[in-house]
């Protein structure tokens, strides 16, 4: 399920952009941030986080890309739908092994053991 965002892409990149131009000028990041956030209707917080991973995505910063994070949310949910199925198989065959084997598969042929097998070989 996708969420619906406020902002377009475009006011992001430009938001993000603008930051980075205007950081000189108002002597921090954080006082560019609070600026334009101002400007461009959402709040400080938002900003900073649109920031930081825009600065991820152009490796000014270490940590997952935009990318990275996509593809590791899909593998997560690869993960669960496969312990999900896994789950359904363990009680499936839980169910059945719990009902009376049949006497031709409880015999079992008889098999040297481990000394037999090792004086054999030497």
């Given at each position: 399920?996708?969420?619906?965002?406020?902002?377009?892409?475009?006011?992001r990149?430009?938001?993000?952009?603008?930051?980075?131009?205007?950081?000189?000028?108002?002597?921090?990041?954080?006082?560019?941030?609070?600026?334009?956030?101002?400007?461009?209707?959402?709040?400080?917080?938002?900003?900073?986080?649109?920031?930081?991973?825009?600065?991820?995505d152009?490796?000014?910063?270490?940590?997952?890309?935009?990318?990275?994070?996509?593809?590791?949310?899909?593998?997560?949910?690869?993960?669960?739908?496969?312990?999900?199925?896994?789950?359904?198989?363990?009680?499936?065959?839980?169910?059945?092994?719990?009902?009376?084997?049949?006497?031709?598969?409880?015999?079992?042929?008889?098999?040297?053991?481990?000394?037999?097998?090792?004086?054999?070989?030497?």
């Amino acid at each position: 399920m996708k969420r619906v965002t406020k902002y377009s892409l475009e006011t992001r990149e430009r938001a993000v952009r603008l930051v980075w131009e205007t950081e000189e000028e108002h002597g921090s990041q954080w006082a560019a941030i609070c600026s334009i956030s101002e400007k461009v209707g959402c709040t400080a917080e938002t900003l900073r986080k649109w920031v930081r991973q825009a600065e991820r995505d152009t490796g000014r910063r270490p940590g997952p890309t935009t990318d990275d994070r996509q593809r590791i949310k899909g593998l997560e949910r690869e993960v669960r739908e496969l312990k999900g199925a896994n789950e359904i198989l363990r009680k499936a065959s839980a169910s059945n092994c719990s009902a009376r084997r049949p006497s031709w598969a409880r015999r079992s042929a008889k098999r040297p053991s481990g000394r037999e097998a090792t004086s054999r070989s030497s």
